[in-house]
């Protein structure tokens, strides 16, 4: 079992950027592929980007493909969510994901954060 907590969230203006984290509690970090997601208000949730286990891997959904960027750090259990030149549309609770196994899915994760509150300002 793994437990996560996201940090890094706020109030910036467009085209700034921010630095999403997820701290991973347990020992098997390494063994899940990790994600983030987001759901705006009124809004289903929705895949963002996710990694493997090595990093080696990413994936994006296209609304952010060349602005954010994933990455992770095993030696520390966090994953990360770098997101540049930020939109009006970005505006949402950013959510870290973990799902066994090496595959990269825009669905079925098993362990969920509680969310950081992300807002852009037009």
């Known amino acids: 079992q793994v437990q996560l907590v996201e940090s890094g969230g706020g109030l910036v203006q467009a085209g700034g950027s921010l630095r999403l984290s997820c701290a991973a509690s347990g020992r098997t970090f390494s063994s899940y592929t990790m994600a983030w997601f987001r759901q705006a208000p009124g809004k289903e949730r929705e895949f963002v980007a996710g990694?493997?286990?090595?990093?080696?891997?990413?994936y994006y959904a296209d609304s952010v493909k060349g602005r954010f960027t994933i990455s992770r750090d095993n030696a520390k259990n966090t994953v990360y969510l770098q997101m540049n030149s930020l939109k009006p549309e970005d505006t949402a609770v950013y959510y870290c994901?973990?799902?066994?196994?090496?595959?990269?899915?825009?669905?079925?994760?098993?362990?969920w954060g509680q969310g950081t509150q992300v807002t852009v300002s037009s």
């Open positions: 990694v493997n286990w090595s990093g080696a891997s990413t």
């Open positions: 994901a973990a799902r066994r196994g090496d595959t990269i899915a825009t669905a079925s994760y098993n362990y």
